[in-house]
């Protein structure tokens, strides 16, 4: 008989009719005479009800049905007199696949803390908090896919191990074959790039961009979707060491086209993502209910999870420059409790995630790309606007989060370009490859960076980045 997978059994009910299903054992209760047992198997937030009359089974096989055990069962699907499922499954026969031990298995049938979970990464998908967020991370990159291959876009992969710093912000993993016991060092002390596998000094991605601009430039519209990694100070709930991001490139476009792309862009995705995780998304919502409950007041979520999502795809993004951004902050009463004073920012100064949410939530009520910031706080390769002192980047905030993309039109014009790189401190010869592009048929063209975690965080309602990606890299955890 072939296996049939719970979420289609549940979906077509078929009363009456002989079954195979496979799972792992959530819980098993009853009583002497019958034994309720809730098999899940991936496929969908929801346990079939397996009933077994204690009279058709072995002692020893009921016994090994416990909390983790894998098991296969056949039975006939009849229609379900508890609440809570339309149908159950009245078993024949039942196979133990791989028993798990409850003395020793970490995943009791109770609510463990999420903090306890993140220790059990390799369990947790087991759970079915991690089972809806691992289902939703997956509908979220179908949807990204989707969207870029309904609209004429190229997936291009861009290299993991690279020889740039795309952000020039200096905070690149090393990556070398040297033995680190006996570094090649040249005459003057220094590290000797010569001997290493690549001839020179070569780090993990911080992002696809430059590489995507490349492709840009011939192609019209490419996107990357791959891990990029950061050395920087990721102890925090917003930040991982290794993380996905999901990066278009587009030539022909300004900032407009940009900031219009990527509202579309998250608008169909966060739409998707309500049409087709129902399930998932209603589990997850009442799970931050019940959690909200017991908090006080005040740190309770202002919106569900679906009023969240709602407010994405119903709202026009509010666009504002940086600089009426940082009027608004000025001119904005301080936080009451003092925790914070929007009162302190200063024009150049970069904005902390507390001003961006403050904006999103408290003061606009709507989603905001911020746009034109100071060229100083920004990377080397955003254009350059004619006030001298801005760039044309943009950033979009959403609630809860702050900011979820980052965007810009890049420097087309070599001159503009060159000099630019002079204050930055990048040597051409290092970037001949990028230079080369504004040299030989260069053209306007724009993009932009979506934190692909910091989406599933937003969408799933989760609090912490560690919980929306299966293997989290953050300082001093590398396990798995
Ligand atoms: O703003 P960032 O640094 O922009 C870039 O890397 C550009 N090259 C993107 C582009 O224009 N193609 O990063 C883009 C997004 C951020 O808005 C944020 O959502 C996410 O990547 N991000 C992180 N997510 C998790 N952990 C981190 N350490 C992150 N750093 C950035
Ligand atoms: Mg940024």
Known sequence: MERIKIDALLKSEPVGEKKLVKGWVRT???????????????????????????????????RKVTTGAAISVVGEISESKGSGQSVEMIAEEIEILGVA?????????KKHSLEFLREIAHLRFRTSTFGAVFRIRHALSFAIHDYFNKNGFYYLNTPIITG???????EMFRVTNFDLD???KNEEGKIDFKEDFFGRETNLTVSGQLEAELGAMALSQVYTFGPTFRAENSNTSRHLAEFWMVEPEVAFADLKDDMDLAEDFLKYIVQYALDNCADDLAFLENRIEQEDKQKPKDQRQPMSLTEKLKFIVENEFERVTYTDAIDILRNSKPNKKKKFNYLIEEWGADLQSEHERFLVEKHFKKPVILYDYPADIKAFYMRQNDDDKTVAAMDILFPGIGEIVGGSQREERLSVLTEK??????????????????????????????GFERLV???????????VIAFPRTPGSAEF
């Open 182 to 184: 006996n570094i090649p």
């Open 101 to 109: 031990d409850s003395e020793k298995y970490p995943l009791q049938p």
């Open 457 to 467: 965080l937003f969408v799933t309602g989760m609090s912490n980045i560690r919980d």
């Open 28 to 62: 098993k209760r009853g009583s002497k005479s019958v034994n309720f047992i809730a098999l899940n198997d991936g496929s969908c937030i929801h346990n079939l009800q397996i009933v077994a009359d204690t009279e058709n089974f072995s002692e020893e096989v009921l």
């Open 164 to 170: 740039s710093d795309a952000e020039g912000a200096g």
């Open 421 to 450: 790189m002079k204050d930055f401190n990048i040597p051409e010869e290092e970037m001949w490859w990028y230079l080369d592009t504004r040299k030989y048929g260069t053209a306007p063209h724009s993009g932009f960076g979506l």
